[in-house]
């Protein structure tokens, strides 16, 4: 079988509060690690997210382990501690370490941060950055970098670095910085996911978050749609029961077959949770072709019963990869790998992320 | 097997404690009550709080009261249907039919807020300097706690003018609902902080105190952040000295607003795991800062139509149905398969309110049950509102409003 390789190294996954943009972010990478690939999952916002659903305690600002992957693949976690970085910063560019440290303690790193708020962004992309573009003989450290970003409602802020910086600065180490990092994430190496639920709000401003994207120039990648369960009733009755409601003669027949007695007018409460569950689909319908219309490659979860644990981030898994593997086959398809494809095709075929 | 058995019959297990009961919330007598002036409706982003918001404004207009609902980021079906199609700044009268009082809404824009405080403090030509300063257009509009801030000065804004008999607050879309608490502070402490000043103004009788690292210090922030920024930050602060008496002095001044009888926290949220999580990290922080909180809404709950079946029953029941056969029976079974899920859900949903009550036994607690569909329109609303109003024992199912399931009898 010929592998194919994808140019996409770095998977930036937002979403609106409460989609489970961790959880896809998570399932990714596991995705991403299948048949030994060496995958990075950064965490930008601090809340150690990933611990929790990778239940290991609470990740230091390192590449830790967090779970191995078929094949001998292996998802590395790294919660990403803006102070840290500051501090990193400052050593590789100034030698200035332990002045840093005297800095953090009168509460300086806190205040840099804080009169840009960029700085922060800019740090967190930056060492991104880093991770995707880090090399060992060679060759990549990384074949993937999949991000838990900021929500939809702060991502085109927090990639596009520059633009929030340009007012700020106009000169120094920041500002080259900033470029350097957008030069990655407006690459064809980086595609940014969203992750919606079938509801207004999060279809809503997954719509928004394309369109400003689209206009900063940042690569939009998949829409995830997350959650998305199981019709309970066979089909022609859904859209019966949507459109005119369900009431208890309906199904008194059926009950009364198996010897279920309409007491306390059970059959006409069954009735009225039917329809209810039967309008939630109708609309749930309507959302999909919104989300279809977006003209994105999507994919879909389901929901799983029970709390996410790590096999349910496989099977979660299971379900991106065969996405992913459908979509690198579309995008070599259409023949429009860019400058940036063909550098990334100078690694080993087998060594990108995609499908083998 | 059998001694086990014998075990058990004959030191039986004490029965498990009962469940905490958690106490009522009657949010009718609340927002009708006249020294109830402001309700501040906090929680996580997504669950539900500017809907929550509009509801009660609603409901209080309907009432008799002359209301405003400050709203900060609602959704866009909704805003039109209250009339917000335009970002002014300003309440405008929403047209209830039949409505005793009188219902305004508004939505906050910061950038508009900060920069009228700034017209209101200054002569035109500071007011435009500062307006063209760069540091002020970033503080202005993407600052990590201005919509915060503003919000605060909106209400406080509100609050003094007097024509209001209530306002109820949405609060800004933050990932922790301790924010709105927190940023104002952390702002103002920022703008009027001793390490701005010396950074900033190194000319002053101040800095020949700073010692020698802090001229360290400003050359690294200078090095880092390029000299331009600081020159900018400078000649802002120096515009805003002149101009009103600090910025802390006006944060406080809100935030003891909060503190005042008169004022009530409303805690939203929806019965899953972080959002109960963030609401107990708020109840707990109130109660720390000693501000009113009336109660917990939880909202997009699934009570089943009926409890007369349990889960296991039903899907046992579905499966019976189906071997019987029968015109109807993939449709009965396929109802009987929607109350088995209605019915896990909801037993997932109390379990998850009682844990929060048996954390916080003083909170009162109303739920309010999803719709199919968003709610965004008056109509919406108004049903919203009567969840959230009605009586607590009367629901047509007779399962009181603080809870999702009955209590369970022992």
């Known amino acids: 079988m010929n592998p194919v390789p994808s140019s996409v190294r770095c998977h930036v996954v937002t979403g609106k509060g409460g989609t489970g943009k961790t959880t896809v972010a998570a399932a990714l990478a596991l995705a991403l690690a299948a048949d030994g690939r060496q995958v990075l999952l950064v965490e930008t916002e601090g809340r150690q997210g990933i611990a929790q659903l990778f239940d290991t305690p609470p990740l230091p600002y390192e590449e830790r382990r967090v779970a191995v992957a078929r094949g001998g693949g292996e998802v590395k976690a790294l919660a990403i501690d803006v102070e840290e970085a500051l501090l990193e910063y400052l050593e590789m560019f100034y030698n200035l370490r332990r002045a840093g440290r005297a800095l953090r303690r009168v509460g300086a790193v806190d205040f840099a941060t804080t009169i840009a708020p960029g700085l922060r962004d800019v740090l967190l992309t930056g060492k991104v950055k880093e991770a995707v573009t880090r090399r060992h003989d060679g060759r990549p450290v990384y074949d993937a970098v999949v991000v838990d970003a900021p929500p939809t409602g702060r991502i085109t802020r927090f990639l596009n670095v520059t633009g929030e910086m340009a007012g700020l600065t106009r000169s120094g180490p920041i500002k080259t910085q900033s470029d350097g990092v957008m030069a990655v994430l407006k690459s064809p190496q980086t595609a940014v996911h969203l992750v919606t639920l079938l509801e207004d709000m999060p279809v809503q401003e997954t719509a928004d978050a394309i369109a400003e994207l689209t206009a900063a120039g940042l690569p939009v990648g998949s829409v995830v749609v997350n959650m998305a369960a199981e019709p309970a009733l066979p089909e022609p009755a859904l859209a019966r029961a949507a459109e005119t409601g369900l009431t208890g003669a309906d199904l008194a027949p059926g009950l009364a077959a198996a010897g279920l007695q309409d007491v306390a007018g059970l059959a006409g409460a069954l009735a009225a949770e039917a329809t209810e569950h039967a309008r939630r689909w109708a609309a749930q319908d309507e959302l999909r072709d919104e989300v279809e219309a977006l003209g994105r490659p999507t994919v879909e979860l389901p929901l799983l019963p029970g709390p996410i644990d790590l096999g349910a981030l496989f099977e979660l898994a299971g379900r991106l990869e065969q996405h992913l593997r459908t979509e690198v086959g579309r995008a070599d398809g259409d023949g429009s790998p860019s400058a940036r494809n063909e550098r990334g095709a100078e690694r080993p075929a087998g060594a990108s992320g995609g499908a083998a | ?410």
């Open chain 2, 1 to 410: 097997m059998t001694q086990t058995t014998e075990r058990t019959r004959r030191h039986p297990r004490p029965p498990a404690p009962a469940a905490p009961e958690a106490l009522p919330l009657e949010l009718a007598e609340l927002i009708t009550d006249p020294d109830t002036r402001i309700v501040v409706c906090c929680g996580a982003g997504g669950v539900g709080k500017t809907t929550t918001s509009a509801a009660l404004a609603l409901a209080a207009a309907e009432a008799g009261r002359t209301v405003v609902v400050l709203t900060i980021d609602p959704a866009r079906r909704l805003a039109q249907s209250l009339g917000l199609g335009e970002l002014d700044n300003e309440p405008r009268r929403v047209d209830v039919p039949g409505a005793r009082g009188e219902l305004h809404a508004m939505m906050l824009d910061m950038k508009r807020t900060f920069d009228d405080i700034v017209v209101a403090h200054s002569t035109p030509e500071r007011a435009q300097q500062i307006f063209e300063n760069p540091f002020y257009q970033t503080l202005s509009s993407s600052f990590a706690g201005t919509q915060e801030y503003m919000a605060m000065e909106k209400l406080g804004q509100l609050r003094a003018g007097d024509r209001w008999d209530l306002i109820i607050v949405d609060t800004p879309p933050s990932r922790s609902a301790l924010d709105f608490l927190d940023a104002p502070n952390r702002m103002s402490r920022f703008l009027d902080g001793t390490m701005i000043r010396l950074l900033t103004a190194p000319s002053r009788t101040g800095f020949k105190i700073a010692s020698a690292s802090f001229m360290f210090f400003s050359r690294i922030i200078s090095k880092i952040l390029g000299g331009q920024l600081l020159r900018d930050i400078s000649s802002f602060v120096a515009a805003l000295d002149t101009m009103f008496g600090g910025f802390r002095e006006r944060a406080t001044a809100t935030y003891e607003l909060l503190r005042r009888p008169g004022t009530w926290f409303l805690v939203v949220a929806t019965p899953e795991p972080d959002a109960l999580r963030e609401a107990s990290y708020f109840v707990d922080r109130l109660s720390a800062e000693q501000m009113p909180l009336a109660g917990l809404v939880l909202n997009r709950t699934h009570p089943p139509t009926t409890t007369a079946l349990s889960a296991t029953r039903a899907e046992g029941a579905a499966e019976e149905v189906l071997e019987a056969g029968g015109a109807d029976a993939e449709l009965a079974a396929g109802a009987l398969r929607v109350h088995a899920e209605r019915m896990a859900q909801a037993t997932r949903e109390q379990h998850l309110a009682d844990r929060f009550t048996s954390a916080h036994p003083e909170v009162a607690v109303r739920t309010v049950p999803a719709v199919a569909g968003d709610v965004h329109d008056l109509d919406g609303l108004r049903g919203m509102a009567d969840a959230l109003t009605g009586p607590d024992g009367d629901t047509p199912t007779g399962v009181p409003r603080r809870r999702i399931l009955p209590a369970r009898r022992r």
